[in-house]
């Protein structure tokens, strides 16, 4: 099955995940303009009691500087954008930001930790296509028979809620049953690992840790420069701090107090996204990260590293002997 028409014509086959605090507007707009899709948590748009609806101004500066673009560049348009919405019980703002995303015809909505159709039929009603989170094939089937359009698969390695199978088994027991849409996510921070995602039979790579070492992400200073100085050793996968297991940066969990090849065991009943979080305020400084970062090397412009993205693309699309040309046409 060929991919939705809004996603036929991207600079290079790939989505920047929904970074938890760290994607934010001025992120988005880098990722939309250089050609690849741009997204973010609904959550990440906090207001305090009494204040505007920040999801709401979000929206409208994203819509609006996409259209300068386009108006400026009408031979390079912008790529769309994407919405996370967190699926989960806690999340008392998901029927809020879902109205909120519907008036803005958000093109493509990407939801986590849960599968509903409510939400599927939302994004259906003006247009909108929606992804949804998976880690096994289980979840997959729940989610394409609730309405999903696409899935996306988060294998082992991956940053934040990972799941723990080998993205060769995931993708081929999906691809078994499932000709649509269908991203990988898990250790993907380099060019040729976009093509290698194609290879498997996935259609785009979801690519997160590389973006939050990007000057345009919502992460303070250490956090950028602990990923540039970690490899895949550095990693942790545990339940400890939201209930359900992740990717953490090691560095990160010793700074906390804590050993992080001996840490506890948390249950799913931790998680909390009724404040906006899904970390108890004492984990606020326990970093999230995929094993891939070992691929960062420096804190550049998002619009930098996906220039990079792209030549090591087309570099491995030509070590293979593939046709050459635009990663755009490369990609279709």
């Not at 509903?116 to 909108?128: F, I, K, P, T």
């Amino acid at each position: 099955m060929a991919l939705p028409p809004i996603l036929q014509n991207l600079r290079i086959p790939a989505v920047g995940a929904p970074l938890f605090i760290v994607s934010n507007p001025d992120l988005v707009i880098a990722q939309c303009t250089s050609g690849m899709v741009g997204s973010f948590p609904a959550l990440n748009a906090r207001e305090q009691e009494g204040e505007p609806i920040e999801l709401d101004r979000w929206l409208n500066r994203i819509k609006e500087e996409l259209d300068r673009h386009n108006q400026a560049n009408p031979d390079r348009p912008a790529a769309p954008y994407a919405v996370n919405q967190i699926v989960h019980r806690s999340n008392a703002r998901l029927q809020r930001d879902l109205d909120i995303c519907v008036k803005h015809e958000v093109p493509i909505m990407i939801t986590s930790l849960g599968a509903r159709e409510e939400v599927n039929a939302a994004a259906h009603s003006y247009g909108g296509i929606t992804f949804h989170d998976i880690i096994n094939n289980r979840f997959a089937n729940k989610a394409i028979e609730k309405g999903a359009d696409g899935l996306i698969a988060v294998a082992a390695g991956a940053g934040g809620h990972a799941g723990t199978l080998s993205p060769f088994a995931l993708i081929q027991e999906i691809r078994e049953w499932f000709d649509g849409p269908l991203l990988l996510s898990g250790s993907i921070a380099r060019g040729d690992s976009i093509l290698a995602a194609q290879a498997m039979g996935a259609d785009l790579a979801y690519i997160g840790s590389a973006f939050i070492a990007t000057e345009e992400a919502n992460a303070v200073d250490g956090y950028k420069e602990m990923i540039t100085e970690s490899g895949g050793d550095d990693i942790v996968y545990t339940n400890l701090f939201t209930g359900v297991h992740g990717n953490y940066l090691k560095g990160a969990v010793r700074n906390a107090g804590m050993d992080p090849d001996n840490l506890e065991t948390s249950d799913a009943s931790a998680m909390n996204f009724g404040g906006g979080t899904s970390k108890p305020r004492k984990w606020k400084d326990i970093w999230g990260a995929g094993q891939g970062v070992g691929a960062v090397k420096s804190i550049p412009k998002a619009a930098v590293l996906i220039d990079r993205l792209e030549r090591e693309y087309l570099a491995a699309r030509e070590r293979l002997g593939l046709s050459s040309g635009s990663s755009r046409a490369a990609a279709e």
